[in-house]
């Protein structure tokens, strides 16, 4: 492992680990949020994206008194692992997560909103092990233009001139690293500040969130190495991967937080189930139609990597056995432009394509038809709205 | 995967699960205890393991509910998760964290009895983790005479003659299986039926425990790829590794239940830490002069394995350069019974062994002086004496 001294000494992180020293663990990570006005906080904009990473941040300093006392080694991985989480995107978890409790009459004014977005915010050290184990799992390279964990590791062993097998040595950092995420996550939701009865509340459905997840990557991964192609396998793949990880429980969390009635709860599961899956279902025609212009990725890339979406499903329960032949031998693939374009005329031809778009559309009228006769506060309603068209009429 | 009729329908797990059918999730894993005679409930002893698996096989029947809507991929994933955590060893952790609730005053007879051994067990669910993911991490290919987890689904995968490669699949859902182990420890947690006090009390041990474990095992893969070979830094491991993870923070856990005071914990911390450290460098010297009909192991494996003891950090300390040589260019080959001979050889006249024995004896006297001394019930003296020379004079 590298020497500390490369690293640079204006890190955010190194200096929140250096200024958490002998910070009691009875401070809680919500007391980063007294100067946050959250009010105003709406999620999706730069003001809710710094807010949760105020959170993490804080979080992360609060470790230090549990972190130091093994050593520099270990400070750099967690370092490695703050960086990458606070690198983290558009923060999607918390902000449903925190507009289920808004839609539910949380009072951002009130007493409990900082520890509200505090136990939200523990979904994206969820997100962190979930992202680090999954780069090991599909090898990839690069995530958000940075090497991934397991590559930054072995990048270290390479650099350090050690013996032995950089690879692995990556990756079982990076085993270690996704481990210590997750389990960060139930600390920052003990240490968030929540009342008994809250976290009471919150507990049922964080434990079910975290399940289902596991259960979708499962499933997808079974998907891809031979198991069942239907196009029932690859919409489950979508509910739990998906929809119920990133929509549907974020919201039911925040709901639950606010202590909900169950019809509002239902309403809410509903709106998440069904946006969820049509956005994924949009993603996957993006991944084979989009403009590389536009979503930043070459274009069909999804075909190359094989991915088992619901649109190929749809497109094999069509096919006839030449047209199946066609698309199981190109999937997966190195395909040229040709044999892209080739493959996209058989999904279009074979009726696939109209038929995720029925899909999409007829999941988002269903998800906002529950919504719209739901309880939820105006407020709420209009921002589930907006969510739900960003998410499914996307070009990127 | 295989199909789900391969399965013994006798299987406990399966059992369980099926009679877990709509369990509500706010039926707690405690409930499984209630026949269970706790006031005679001794750490090690079958009463012990058995009341322990009842928990666990109880917490599992109330995944079902969860579980069983992602379909019979994930239950078969789950019950792979079930078998390995029944199959688990001694419940050593929860024995010492029982201990440290009865050692605080703790009444077995009392009506929180059967919500902290409950939220005892949860340690094994840690430690399910640990070794799935240790396993992958380390290649292990058996685990107490069964496949390992990785290998169990890489042979799955090669029954079902998939294509692609099939040691990737079996680690990915290794990798899954031990964070849904993971995850599910905090569940059974939350879901033990610990009073809102009790668990806040039990939360900030519990997150410094499944930290420094993480953190203990990075500091031992960092080591064996090429890091720091010092004492010091050997004795950290087996502080972070061992004695923290199995023996401290349990006891530490247990006394934070009972609402121990904090004199109390402190002697329990020492002990922990002092006796933990003692159990692994006698696991370190039986690794390299254990006799295998007691260990059950081959005699020096420890040194084909290369691991970095404190043993060999002691003698390469005391080594002159042609000594260290030898035991540098040996370690982790496939040394023949002469060449072991050799390297015990020169570890015994190096005075390494000596020097290991003395700090065995040293680290157990001033455990066992901290709890003689301490508060402790007469009841936890008793057994903390007796456990600490089982973990430091034992041969196997």
Redesign the interface.
Known sequence: ?PNRSRRSPTSPLEAALSAGIGTP??RSAADALTSVDLVALTPGTPAFVAAVEQVLTSFFAT?RE??EP??P??LD?VEALGQFVVRGGKRTRPGFAWTGWLGAGGDPAGPDAAAVLTACSALELVQA?ALV?DD??D?SRTRRGFPTVHIDFEDR?TA?G???DGA??G???A??I???A???A??LV??AGLS?RA??RF??VW??M???V??????D??GE????ESVEAAL?INR?KTAAYTIERPLHLGAALAGADEALVAALRIYGTDVGIAFQLRDDLLGVFGDPVVTGKPSGDDLREGKRTVLIAEALRRADPAAAALIRTGLGTDLDDAAVDRLRTVLTDLGAVDEVERRITELTDTGLAAIATSSATPQAKQLLHAMALAATRRAA
Chains 1, 2 share one sequence.
Do not use: K
């Open positions: 492992m663990l009875s470790r549990i972190v093994l050593g080694v270990f991985a092990c184990h090991i799992i090898s062993h350090a050690w013996p032995g692995a040595y990756s079982a950092v085993i270690l996704g481990d210590l997750l389990a960060w139930d600390d003990h240490e008994p976290l009471a507990a049922p434990a079910r975290r399940t289902e596991l259960g979708g990557q499962l499933l991964i079974n190495a031979g198991g069942d489950r739990y």
